[in-house]
């Protein structure tokens, strides 16, 4: 085995999603390339019964190795290295319908890779769908992967980061209605973004990111006539970035930074709600993009799209996200600082 080169292909676990969902086709469909062992060294965590089953329907020539450690993993092309948590009865799974045994799964098969890389294990997770209501159904107290990650890490200052190459944003707040995120927009919490902006850039091979923030009003306000957020808070918060020695500039008019930063201006953009960052990402790069939670110990990366309950066990699901975020995953697990599994070692596969 060549060791040098194992050290440039992370090991990274994949979490199955929630069984009901296209979670594990899209599992199976990203396992069975070959390229993608070029990448990493993945191992899913998962329901072995689940694992076969989308195998058997989509007719794929990939076998399952069930291991109980990474350790044991092979990470060979055309078999799937599966850590079975023998949690999903598969009998009693219903394909695109909301349940608690399927939630319940779903948070233990997170939960184990989480600890996997916290005990340094892998290099990053990366997380396949699920379902809050599912989640919800199954009494478990948190709306989504990022909550989980944040109870499970200890962790209070963290942020989203969505890639659509060549756009990359940060959200100042996440899933708040719109009142409420106006509401909660502050100096403080535009600082930790731009910040979360720069810890982005190391991990992507980006030495000194050029950072933009949007503002929040048509035209940046205007200079106050249509609000003065921009004068108020954002401002503020931009003035104390500079001065921390951080490449950083706005408030600019979000009706037109988006497109400064794909025309290669700025290499990454704050927005200051879910809406305005995620609709030009969704427009650049649906199907394809990258969810990335920054600020945690770990490191660990997403497909952008959901369940997809309407076309689960179909097998015709695009597993074109999920290829992106084994690939983000693997950049920042070789640059990230630290130990860990994988030595870390300069490249120059920028994203």
Not at 16 to 31: Q, S, T, Y
Not at 96 to 106: H, K, N
């Amino acid at each position: 085995m060549n060791r040098s080169k194992d050290r440039e292909r992370p090991i990274l676990a994949i979490t199955m999603g929630d069984a009901a969902g296209i979670g594990p086709e899209i599992a199976v469909r990203a396992l069975s390339r070959d390229e993608t062992y070029e990448t990493c060294r993945p191992v899913l965590i998962g329901d072995g019964s689940v694992v076969r089953a989308t195998i058997s329907g989509m007719g794929v020539a990939t076998a399952v190795r069930s291991v109980s450690r990474v350790a044991e993993a092979e990470f060979t092309p055309g078999r799937i290295d599966l850590i079975d948590l023998h949690n999903v009865d598969l009998g009693e799974l219903a394909p695109g319908a909301i349940g608690p045994m399927t939630g319940r799964a779903a948070y233990e098969f997170i939960v184990h890779g989480i600890r996997l890389a916290t005990a340094n294990e892998v290099d990053a997770v990366v997380t396949c769908p699920i379902h809050k209501e599912s989640l919800n159904a199954a009494g478990v107290p948190f709306p989504g992967h990022t909550e989980i990650l944040a109870k499970e890490t200890g962790t209070t200052d963290y942020a989203m980061m969505l890639i659509a190459e060549p756009l990359r944003v940060i959200l100042v707040t996440i899933h708040l209605s719109l009142k409420r995120a106006i509401q909660q927009i502050d100096p403080p919490g535009i600082c930790r973004a731009i910040r979360h902006s720069q810890e982005a850039g190391r991990l992507l091979g980006i030495a000194s990111p050029r950072i933009a923030v949007a503002g929040l009003n048509p035209h940046a306000g205007e200079g106050g006539m249509f609000g003065r957020e921009e004068i108020e808070i954002i401002a503020p918060a931009v003035h104390q970035a500079q001065a921390e020695g951080i490449d950083v500039r706005g408030p600019l008019a979000a009706d037109t930074v988006f497109h400064r930063a794909r025309q290669g201006q700025f290499d990454v953009v704050v927005a200051m709600y879910h809406d305005q960052g995620l609709i030009p990402i969704k427009l650049m790069g649906f199907g394809r993009g990258v969810n990335v939670t920054l600020g945690l110990p770990i490191i660990r990366t997403s497909v952008d799209h959901g369940t997809a309950f309407g076309k689960a066990w179909q097998y015709r699901a695009d597993e074109g996200s999920l290829l992106e975020a084994l690939r983000v995953a693997a950049t920042m697990a070789r640059r990230r600082a630290g130990p860990g599994p994988t030595a870390q070692t300069d490249s120059s596969d920028l994203l």
